[in-house]
Nanobody, 124 residues
């Protein structure tokens, strides 16, 4: 398992932006599927974006594509989620997840490691 530490959540008005960070404490950052999920109160957890650190290939949910960008910074073993044009429906606890190996083009995937989550609140 990998220790993951998220940061960067907060409160913002609709149309605003936030950047989430997820630092992974592991020896081999170059072959990991890193993902962001979110869960709003009373709703199921949903995948938001993933990135395979070996190639930089990314995958997004339809609800965030074009507004959110996932990126990696290898020197810091960190993955970012840049969230622009935020909407009230983006309000949720956001979690970082990791699993060794390439990312599949789906969020129906078993991740072995999860962070503690960071809250994002978007007001209208």
């Amino acid at each position: 398992q990998v220790r993951l530490v998220e940061s960067g959540g907060g409160s913002v008005q609709a149309g605003g932006a936030l950047r989430l960070s997820c630092r992974a404490y592991l020896n081999t950052f170059s072959t990991v599927c890193m993902a962001w999920f979110r869960q709003a109160p009373g709703k199921q957890r949903e995948g938001v974006a993933n990135i395979y650190t070996g190639t930089g290939n990314t995958y997004y949910s339809d609800s965030v594509e074009g507004r959110f960008t996932i990126a990696q910074e290898n020197a810091k073993n960190t993955v970012y989620l840049q969230m622009n044009n935020l909407k009230p429906e983006d309000t949720a606890m956001y979690y970082c997840a990791a699993q060794y190996g390439p990312c599949p083009p789906t969020f129906e995937y078993e991740y072995s490691s999860w962070g503690q989550g960071t809250q994002v609140t978007v007001s209208s």
